[in-house]
T-cell receptor, first 110, second 113 residues
Framework: GESVGLHLPTLSVQEGDNSIINCAYSNSASDYFIWYKQESGKGPQFIIDIRSNMDKRQGQRVTVLLNKTVKHLSLQIAATQPGDSAVYFCAENTGNQFYFGTGTSLTVIP | DSGVTQTPKHLITATGQRVTLRCSPRSGDLSVYWYQQSLDQGLQFLIQYYNGEERAKGNILERFSAQQFPDLHSELNLSSLELGDSALYFC????????????FGNGTRLTVT
């Protein structure tokens, strides 16, 4: 089966610092990747996506980097704010299926 | 707000019972996915429908079934409930499938006592 894993289950950062959340995936055939944010009591919220023909994609305060050689995905959050505290999931898409990691819990320290 | 609506938000029921969870996808989305999220677990794919037809099945138990109606809303039926079925159940919708993001509802929290 598919394996989408996260290097760290928890991450604490100081408000204003940059955050980096990592994700490893196992299927080299995966061609589309998504980062989600899940706050307590809510469903996963789409943050940013990237296709396999790209190495980097930027959004508002977020950047996703894709390294297909080592099957690694990262999410960078610039100037982390208290509202960024949540669980972050990566997901990989192969054909019709999405596979999700268990998530990294990000805590922002004021 | 993702535009995906799930009802009810909370459901408490006893073992052996049957429940129905409902999902209305975002306007224009034809594809509906159902996921189960247990404590400390990732999202486990259950089943996907596209424009009324079942498209893919994951680790869905035989006690569980789903359907997507002509108006594109979907229902997930869980029967002969067991304690281990207690979880968050999420519905997600997408324009089609593949390289398109899934948009999730806020889930139904099912507690089986």
């Amino acid at each position: 089966g598919e394996s989408v894993g996260l290097h760290l289950p928890t991450l604490s950062v100081q408000e204003g610092d940059n955050s980096i959340i990592n994700c490893a995936y196992s299927n080299s055939a995966s061609d589309y990747f998504i980062w989600y944010k899940q706050e307590s009591g809510k469903g996963p919220q789409f943050i940013i996506d990237i296709r396999s023909n790209m190495d980097k994609r930027q959004g508002q305060r977020v950047t996703v980097l894709l390294n297909k050689t080592v099957k690694h995905l990262s999410l960078q959050i610039a100037a982390t704010q208290p509202g960024d505290s949540a669980v972050y999931f990566c997901a990989e898409n192969t054909g019709n299926q999405f596979y999700f990691g268990t998530g990294t819990s990000l805590t922002v320290i004021p | 707000d993702s535009g995906v609506t799930q009802t009810p938000k909370h459901l408490i029921t006893a073992t052996g019972q049957r429940v129905t969870l409902r999902c209305s996808p975002r306007s224009g989305d034809l594809s509906v996915y159902w996921y189960q999220q247990s404590l400390d677990q990732g999202l486990q794919f259950l089943i996907q429908y596209y424009n009324g037809e079942e498209r893919a099945k994951g680790n869905i138990l035989e006690r569980f079934s789903a359907q997507q109606f002509p108006d594109l809303h979907s229902e997930l039926n869980l029967s002969s409930l067991e304690l281990g079925d207690s979880a968050l159940y999420f519905c997600a919708s997408s324009v089609s499938w593949g390289e398109r993001p899934l948009h999730f509802g806020n889930g139904t929290r099912l507690t089986v006592t």
